[in-house]
């Protein structure tokens, strides 16, 4: 009964995961850029859905659609004004692109880290949980109300950009970008608005996981730091660019670190991680489920 409940306490931190770590994997695909900045979609998501809540009175599912909004303008504005270059002189930007994504996101990031510090205030926020219910049953199992809500909405989001991106027009679009921009520009298709796209949806994504996890996890400046890191773990371990690898590496992570931390150390839960990307590295660099060439 033990090992059932920590799978399912880890299937649950897997979904949060991978709502962080498919916007990321998004990017990567279409871009082939890797967002410093991303835990910091996470962070304005989480001060969002709080501030709404606790300055306005809000009700908390009403504020989740208001985090999600903010952070998919935020991915929208950082496409537009930062990253357009990288693909506004494609033929010339070469190997350039990536020092150049690197510099201009980890400055957005420590830009947004101090400037909610100053305007808002360096102490932690927690924002109110979505249900009344501190403690529900899933089956044999009683569990946190506020995570097992959150999960199931992340779920369902989730669900719905793996189908949006399957089978709807405009994922149709991102697919053929991620394999080939310039063969898709070529087919008329305007990448510069795929990638806008992609940028707001992964901002959106990333906020919504933090005003879901805002009443477990208190909003703070540098609450996306962390966030953003288990992203990249995970982004690597599922196959750079592979959203599909990204949502199973997510959740074999959550399920690694609630077994690690009860039959090795909790203390050292969120190394574990860190020691099976080292091995995927070494042994398999485009990762467990990734392919070598682009996949969306």
Known sequence: MLALDLAVNGLITGVFYA????GLSLIFGILRVVNFAHGEFYMVG???YTLVCVGLGINPWLALPVALVAGGALGWATERTLMRPLYAGYSSWGNLKD???????FGLSLLLINLVDKVVGPYPMRGPSLVASPRMALGPFMMSGQRLAAAAVGLAVIAAVFLLIRYSFWGKQIQAVAQNRL???LAGIDTGKVSALVFAAAGALAALA???LAPLINASPDVGVFTAIKSYVVVVLGGMGSIAGAFVAA???????SFAAVYISYDYRDTFGLVILVLVLLFRPHGL????????
């Open 183 to 185: 063969g898709a520009s």
């Open 19 to 22: 709502l962080m770590a498919i």
């Open 251 to 257: 959740l074999m992570l959550g399920v690694l670190e």
């Open 210 to 212: 933090g005003g879901l």
């Open 99 to 105: 020092e150049y994504a690197i510099i201009v996101t």
């Open 46 to 48: 989480s001060y969002a």
């Open 289 to 296: 489920f990734g392919q070598r060439g682009r996949e969306v």
